[in-house]
Nanobody, 125 residues
Framework: QVHLVESGGGLVQAGGSLRLSCAASGRTFSNYAMGWFRQAPGKEREFVAAIRWIGSRTYYEDSVKGRFTMSGDNAKNTMYLQMNDLKPEDTGVYYC??????????????????WGQGTQVTVSS
């Protein structure tokens, strides 16, 4: 069973930075794709970023390109989402996810079988 735990959320002013962490247990995450999604109040959960470790290819939602960066530490089985120049519209609960191993479209929630509990990010204007 894969277990994901996010941390690093908090309250930050617009223009500030946060780094989210997602610690994985139960399997070596570097063999699969992993992603970040977020859910703003009153809205559906949406794709933020993803990474396929094989080939080290990253994917970002248009509004976060150039501001957010995914990375990982294989030794710690942990991935990170560095978020810079945060905007109020980045506010939401951020979830990390691990895919189901079938190589589906990383933009789709249905491609992921395992989810963390979420961490709140609040950006004040």
């Amino acid at each position: 069973q894969v277990h994901l735990v996010e941390s690093g959320g908090g309250l930050v002013q617009a223009g500030g930075s946060l780094r989210l962490s997602c610690a994985a247990s139960g399997r070596t995450f570097s063999n699969y794709a992993m992603g970040w999604f977020r859910q703003a109040p009153g809205k559906e959960r949406e794709f933020v970023a993803a990474i396929r470790w094989i080939g080290s290819r990253t994917y970002y939602e248009d509004s976060v390109k150039g501001r957010f960066t995914m990375s990982g530490d294989n030794a710690k089985n942990t991935m990170y989402l560095q978020m810079n120049d945060l905007k109020p519209e980045d506010t939401g609960v951020y979830y990390c996810a691990a895919d189901n191993g079938y190589g589906g479209n990383v933009y789709y929630q249905s491609s992921y079988s395992y989810w963390g509990q979420g961490t709140q990010v609040t950006v004040s204007s």
